[in-house]
């Protein structure tokens, strides 16, 4: 079965500083995907990042970075200069590639508020 | 704005009642997914559609039930409601291609704005 953990429930930081939220994911598959996704206080979930097992170099858009290390069966992301409009519940999820049932196992988010 | 829409936007509902949720896909895909998030519960996925047919089934309750129509447009009913399916049902879609010819074999869901379900 699958798993994602985001241990951190809730995390606050001043504006501009860097922040980086923790996923852990378990699968038996070798073949999988991770993604990333942000939920602002509107309530909609929107897509950031797709990232698949094979595929481990680090990817960077603008303020926003993610380390995947299958080593450790993680996927980390984070926030450089951090900013107001990034408070938002964060959600790590993970999709076995097994066609016909790409559904989405997702962690239960990290409540990220920046303090202005 | 993900292009995929969901009607209505909030449901007030007593228990015992049914009520029906509506997604229009974004334009050209074939997959449609609902989810269901609930403050003990979390994001569940309940069930998968694609190009009409059942794809995929989660943790949907018997109480419940999809369907995705010839245009691709899907509907969640939800019927004799209690008071702990009150939640936020979103429904997801993507492409799907035909895996031979797309290489990659998992698309990006893209999420509508939901439903906001109160069962009193």
């Known amino acids: 079965a699958q798993k994602v953990t985001q241990a951190q429930t809730e995390i606050s930081v001043v504006e501009k500083e860097d922040v980086t939220l923790d996923c852990v994911y378990e699968?038996?598959?070798?073949?999988?995907?991770l993604f990333w996704y942000k939920q602002p206080p509107s309530g909609e979930l929107v897509f950031l990042i797709r990232r698949n097992s094979f595929d481990e170099q680090n990817e960077i858009s603008g303020r926003y970075s993610w380390n995947f290390q299958k080593s450790t069966s993680s996927f980390n992301f984070t926030i450089t200069a951090s900013q107001v409009v990034d408070s938002a519940v964060y959600f790590c999820a993970l999709s076995e590639a097994n066609f016909g049932n790409e559904k989405l196992t997702f962690g239960t988010g990290t409540r990220l508020t920046i303090i202005p | 704005d993900s292009g995929v829409t969901q009607t209505p936007k909030h449901l007030i509902t007593a228990t015992g009642q049914r009520v029906t949720l509506r997604c229009s896909p974004r334009s050209g895909d074939l997959s449609v997914y609902w989810y269901q998030q609930s403050l003990d519960q979390g994001l569940q996925f309940l069930i998968q559609?694609?190009?009409?047919?059942?794809?995929a089934k989660g943790n949907i309750l018997e109480r419940f039930s999809a369907q995705q129509f010839p245009d691709l447009h899907s509907e969640l009913n939800l019927s004799s409601l209690e008071l702990g399916d009150s939640a936020l049902y979103f429904c997801?879609?993507?492409?799907?291609?035909?895996?031979?010819?797309?290489?990659?074999?998992?698309?990006?869901?893209?999420f509508g704005p939901g439903t906001r379900l109160l069962v009193l």
């Open positions: 699968t038996r598959d070798t073949t999988y995907y």
């Open positions: 559609y694609y190009n009409g047919e059942e794809r």
């Open positions: 997801a879609s993507s492409l799907n291609p035909d895996r031979g010819l797309a290489g990659d074999i998992q698309e990006t869901q893209y």
